[in-house]
């Protein structure tokens, strides 16, 4: 049963009080920043790059990224809506009635983890060696099982799975726990088998699909 805020639920929350719309556009500009420095590294190491670009080669290329930025901030509220959504009907179907407002608000926040990987790609690649391919730094995925494996090794139905079983998916379920503990009032280990129904299981579920109807 749900029971008054714990001292850390209490300290969480106290934190969460900002406004969630300045968040979400610094949000959106940070990935946007990041992956236009990144696909610009990646032009860079496309062989004989400038000649391509020149004779208008690279136009599929400039027009992907340019709709990659455009939807970037319609990506990340269908991402939150759907996170909230597993969270709240999850929750519901346990007993625990907790506010959509509020997990969609958390999901936003607990997105700012899924920085950290494209930074790192970023900051890896900032100087590259001349042997580096432009494959090589979109397929560069850190602190996953795909970059413990190496891209090489694996077969390509594999390789988006392994991307996301990384460190940060795994600090970004442990956040959660936090989170729903924070806005249910529930216990931590009341919130832990939430976080699995709601986040781990579909993801799996979802990689387990994925490879399986990968051609």
């Known amino acids: 049963m749900a029971t008054a805020p714990s001292p850390l639920a209490r300290k969480i929350s106290d934190a969460l ?9 610094f949000l959106v500009l940070t990935f946007l920043v990041i992956r236009y420095l990144t696909n610009t590294l990646v032009l860079e190491a496309i062989p004989d790059s400038e000649r391509l670009e020149a004779q208008g080669d690279l136009l599929f290329f400039h ?13 990340l509220l269908w991402k939150f809506t759907v996170i909230a959504f597993l969270f709240w009907s999850i929750g519901l179907t346990i007993g ?14 607990a997105e700012l983890i899924f920085i950290f990987p494209e930074l790192l790609r970023l900051l890896w690649y900032m100087n ?58 529930r216990s931590i280990q009341e919130s832990i088998p939430v976080v699995l129904l709601s986040y781990f299981l579909p993801l799996l579920l979802w990689l387990a699909f994925y490879a399986a109807s990968f051609r």
Request: glycine share 4%.
């Open 128 to 185: 590259p060696s001349g042997t580096v391919s432009y494959l090589e730094i979109q397929n560069f995925e850190p602190l996953s099982a795909l970059w413990v494996l190496g891209p090489e090794n694996v077969p390509e139905k594999y390789h988006y799975p392994l991307s996301l079983l990384n460190l940060f998916e795994l600090v970004y379920g442990i956040v959660w726990v936090l989170g729903f503990h924070t806005i249910s009032r």
């Open 17 to 25: 009080e900002f406004d969630k719309r300045i968040f979400f556009v």
């Open 96 to 109: 625990y009635k907790v506010n959509f407002r509020a997990l969609w608000q958390f999901a936003l926040v």
């Open 63 to 75: 027009i992907f990224n340019t709709l990659n930025y455009l939807w970037t901030p319609f990506a």
